[in-house]
């Protein structure tokens, strides 16, 4: 038996989820190719066929969710991804977001802090033909051994925008990041100009559970992808 089928009808139900995210406002179409080339279905227990490509977030364990396709649409459309982009993923959670950055033709960097998360998709993701670099750590800290990036993906909700991360990404570059303490947070995008100026714009409000630095380990579950 194969565990990972992706017949026909779990490519209707994807397209039904497209044509909703699509009524919702996303219109760059390599980011609707992307979320229909990915399926979503690999990421939940099978008995959760439906809820898979219903447009909501959903529990994978741990205390964590897979994030609301339409999220996933909105940052991907934000970060305005060219093939062959290098990008920095804050936060691995499930891998569904880094699988659809890598259907985009991004060459993705992801990281992710709970060691549980990171240790399954190390395992998941290349079965299913997905080969991120994957790094286990604090998601403040950035990469910076491996940076500039090209576009820098924060995936969690951060209560401001980490220096090091702006550091880190190239000029020209751009940076995808809900901010905000509360419980909701602003999605915000900040371009890093080529003479290193930085614009920032505020966007739509948006749930994210928190970014924590390793220093805040433990005392919440922080990263929803």
Known sequence: ?????????HQGMRKKLVETIKSKGITD????????????????????????YSDQAFQIGSGQTISQPY???????LLEIARGDKILEIGTGSGYQTCVLIKMGAKVF????QKELYDKAVKFLPVIGYNPKFFFGDGYKGLSSYAPFDKILVTCGAPVI????????????IMVIPVGSGDVQVMTVLRKAHDGEIRIQELSKFRFVPMLSDKERGAANDISV
């Open 71 to 77: 999220t996933v649409a909105y940052q991907t459309s």
């Open 1 to 9: 038996m194969n565990l990972y089928e992706d017949n026909f009808r």
């Open 29 to 52: 179409s390599a980011v609707l190719e992307a979320i229909m080339q990915v399926p979503r279905h690999f990421f939940l227990d099978k008995a959760f066929l439906n809820q898979a």
């Open 110 to 113: 992801t990281i992710e802090r």
């Open 162 to 173: 980490p220096e090091e991360l702006i550091k880190q990404l190239k000029p020209g570059g």
